[in-house]
């Protein structure tokens, strides 16, 4: 399981980096949680959580980020900021990209500017 979300998680970077996305960070690991992807859209830093469902049926990947999820990804992007003081003033923006179906080509669906650090 651990060894599949991975792999999603290496090709969802793929598919950002193929749309003019720069990689940060992957995995980057807090006590509140941990932030798949960090990326750099132009002059925005940007957050990504990676969302895996092999079917629609229960709901999107996105319909699982609810309320808590939401609060400890902004917090561990605080941490972030913290540690890596050169992108203090850095604008910022949280996306989640689902990934569906089979997990050695999943299809992408990414969703920028997914949530607000202010609506949590």
Not at 16 to 29: E, H, I, M, S
Not at 93 to 115: H, I, K, M, Q, Y
């Amino acid at each position: 399981m651990r060894e599949r979300g991975a792999r999603i998680e290496v090709c969802a970077r793929d598919h950002l980096v193929a749309a003019g996305l720069v990689p940060v960070a992957a995995n980057a690991g807090f006590r509140s949680g941990e932030i798949d992807l960090v990326m750099r859209d132009g002059t925005t830093l940007v957050f990504v959580e990676v969302r895996y469902r092999r079917q629609s049926r229960f709901g999107g990947g996105a319909e699982s980020v609810d309320a808590g999820k939401r609060r400890r990804l902004v917090h561990a992007a605080g941490q972030f900021l913290a540690q890596h003081r050169e992108y203090r003033d850095t604008p910022c923006r949280f996306d989640v990209v689902e990934a569906s179906g089979d997990p050695a080509a999943p299809v992408f669906n990414w969703l920028c500017d997914a949530f607000r650090a202010d609506d949590c």
